[in-house]
C-alpha cells in the first residue's frame, strides 16, 4: 500500500460514454500526476498538479479532462475516447511537484493504476 | 528532446548472480536519478534515487551515477526469481520535467 489509491481498478466503456477515474493520496503530497501506460512505450505523463493548480499539461487530448479540487484527490474526466486511448493509467503523488533540485522530495508514489479498454 | 535509454531487454540472469541494468540520458543538466520496479500488472514503486557521482547501496542494490558520460546503472546482487520484473529509470531533467525510459525487463533464472 503506497497511500495513493485509484478506482475503478477496471474499467470498460464504449466511445460514447463518459466516466471518470479517481485518484486519493494519503501522503500530505503537493504535487499529483496522471500517466498513461501502453504496452511498449514509457510512462507518458498527462498532467501535473501542484497545490491545486495545473503547472503541465502534455499536449493531452481534450477528450481527458483532469480536475484536482483539493490537494488529496485528483480526477481524470474521460468522455468520447477511442479504442487507441485503452491503456493502464496511472496516478502518483510526491512531496513537490518535480524541480531541478536533488529529488529526494521529487520521489513519485504511484497508485495501483486503472485499466482501461475502449471498446 | 530530452531522452532516457534503457535496453527493453529482457535480461536473463542466473540466480544468485549480478544484475546489471543500464540507462542512459540526454540531459546533461539533469541532477536526480530514479530506479523504480514494475512487476507485470502493478504500479512502479521506488527502488534507489541518486543525485551525486559515485556509487549509493541499499541492501543488494546499488546505483551507479556518471553524469560525465552520462549513465546510470543499477546492480542487483545475489539475484533472485523475485526480482524479476521491469526496471525503469527516470530522470528529473533541469527544467523541471521528470522522463522515464521504457523500462528493461528482468528475469532471474532459478
Known amino acids: 500500500e503506497t497511500g495513493v489509491t485509484q478506482t475503478p481498478r477496471h474499467l470498460v466503456m464504449g466511445m460514447t460514454n463518459k466516466k471518470s477515474l479517481k485518484c486519493e493520496q494519503h501522503l500530505g503530497h503537493n504535487a499529483m500526476y496522471w500517466y498513461k501506460q501502453s504496452a511498449k512505450k514509457p510512462l507518458e505523463l498527462m498532467f501535473v498538479y501542484s497545490l491545486e493548480e495545473r503547472v503541465e499539461n502534455n499536449s493531452v487530448p481534450s477528450r481527458f479532462s483532469p480536475e484536482c479540487p483539493n490537494s488529496s484527490h485528483l480526477f481524470l474526466h474521460l468522455h468520447t475516447l477511442q479504442p487507441e486511448d485503452s491503456a493502464l493509467y496511472l496516478c502518483?503523488?510526491?512531496?513537490?511537484?518535480?524541480?531541478?533540485?536533488?529529488?529526494?522530495?521529487?520521489?513519485?508514489?504511484f497508485g495501483a493504476g486503472t485499466r482501461l479498454s475502449v471498446l | 528532446q530530452k531522452e532516457v535509454e534503457q535496453n527493453s531487454g529482457p535480461l536473463s540472469v542466473p540466480e544468485g548472480a549480478i544484475a546489471s541494468l543500464n540507462c542512459t540520458y540526454s540531459d546533461r543538466g539533469s541532477q536526480s536519478f530514479f530506479w523504480y520496479r514494475q512487476y507485470s500488472g502493478k504500479s512502479p514503486e521506488l527502488i534507489m534515487f541518486?543525485?551525486?557521482?559515485g556509487d549509493k547501496e541499499d541492501g543488494r542494490f546499488t546505483a551507479q551515477l556518471n553524469k560525465a558520460s552520462q549513465y546510470v546503472s543499477l546492480l542487483i546482487r545475489d539475484s533472485q526469481p523475485s526480482d524479476s520484473a521491469t526496471y525503469l529509470c527516470a530522470v528529473n531533467s533541469r527544467d523541471d520535467k521528470i522522463i522515464f525510459g521504457k523500462g528493461t525487463r528482468l528475469h532471474i533464472l532459478p
Open positions: 541518486i543525485y551525486s557521482n
Open positions: 502518483a503523488s510526491s512531496q513537490d511537484p518535480p524541480s531541478g533540485g536533488l529529488g529526494a522530495k521529487n520521489i513519485q508514489y
